[in-house]
């Protein structure tokens, strides 16, 4: 079993910047492909970045246009997930995922691709 806890999640103005943690425990996840995820209130959970096992391949959606960097240090099975200027509809819960699975294909863009999920962080960017 895998336990997430994201952390770093707060009330920041437009143009600012957020880093996000997400904590591992009970099982080394230093194998397993991590992603991040946002679900703003009423809409669908949405793929925000994606890192391979290593931190050798990263993966990112369009909408974050080269704002957000996500990194790993397996020696603190921990990833991140640093945000810059941020803007009003970046505000969501942001969720961290970890799955065993090769990062590669397209299933790290989708949630039913992850067997293991934290609770979430609130983000909230004031315009």
């Known amino acids: 079993q895998v336990q997430l806890v994201e952390s770093g999640g707060g009330l920041v103005q437009a143009g600012g910047s957020l880093r996000l943690s997400c904590a591992a425990s009970g099982r080394i996840v230093s194998g397993d492909t991590m992603g991040w995820f946002r679900q703003a209130p009423g809409k669908e959970r949405d793929f925000v970045a994606a890192i391979s096992w290593n931190g050798g391949s990263t993966r990112y959606a369009d909408s974050i246009s080269g704002r957000f960097t996500i990194s790993r240090d397996n020696a603190k099975n921990t990833v991140y997930l640093q945000m810059n200027s941020l803007k009003y509809e970046d505000t969501a819960v942001y969720y961290c995922?970890?799955?065993?699975?090769?990062?590669?294909?397209?299933?790290?863009?989708?949630?039913?691709?992850?067997?293991?999920w934290g609770q979430g962080t609130q983000v909230t960017v004031s315009s």
């Open positions: 995922a970890a799955d065993p699975m090769v990062l590669g294909g397209t299933w790290y863009m989708r949630p039913s691709g992850y067997g293991y």
